[in-house]
């Protein structure tokens, strides 16, 4: 049967940052997951596979932070959902705006990495945002919107997409969007998955992502709408992430 209650997920994106020492912090975390709310560490591809054997048998699931659409061939230095897989991915992450940035991911692209995470049998959880320059001409629901339709592939079901709204001018700046404004666009992406999907438009997990940090997470898991939280620089240590998953579980 077709969800139409989204699970809560806390989700860290170590980004480009943390060693076999950091291994330590995924440990605390995976020891620290309370009940009721789906936790998930992204590190870098090399300590994928050494974190997913750190945390085994936890509640800690462990993500790619990309992949490549296709799932083998001469693509130099890329990996497939089929090798994050195989190294003990659940999740990939698609189309974060530091990906879209810095290596031109479009939304075809997006959409490619979509359905290749779920060709490797994992879920996507597919990052939308404006800049603050689409903000501020007030283009912000247009922009999602389209990023939204634009990235998605046919298949989507709440057990294999969940998606992060993460405006561009709040990843790692310290600013995070007011709750007006994440309501404003949750709200809005909620009604337009129910366009698409019907009753189960309901079911999918909205993140918020953005400078989120134990001081302002309950403010916006107070919000009918957000179902999480995609974490940058709060999540590398456990003393910053566990209260996060503890305030998304009270909320
Ligand atoms: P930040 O990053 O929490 O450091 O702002 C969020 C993200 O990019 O997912």
Known sequence: MTRTTPRKLAAGNWKMNGSMAALDEARAVAAAVPDGIDALLCPPATLIGPMAAAVEGTALSVGGQACHAAASGAHTGDLSAEMLGEAGARYVLCGHSERRTDHEETDDMVRDHVAATWRAGLVAVLCIGETLAQRDAGHTLAVLGEQLVGSLPEGATPDNL????????????????????????HDDLRARLGDIFGDAGAGFALLYGGSVKASNAPDLFALANVDGALVGGASLKATDF????????AS
């Open 242 to 249: 566990v209260p996060i998953m503890e305030a998304l579980a």
């Open 162 to 185: 969940v998606i992060a709204y993460e405006p561009v001018w709040a990843i790692g700046t310290g600013r995070v969007a007011e709750p007006a404004q994440v309501a404003e666009v």
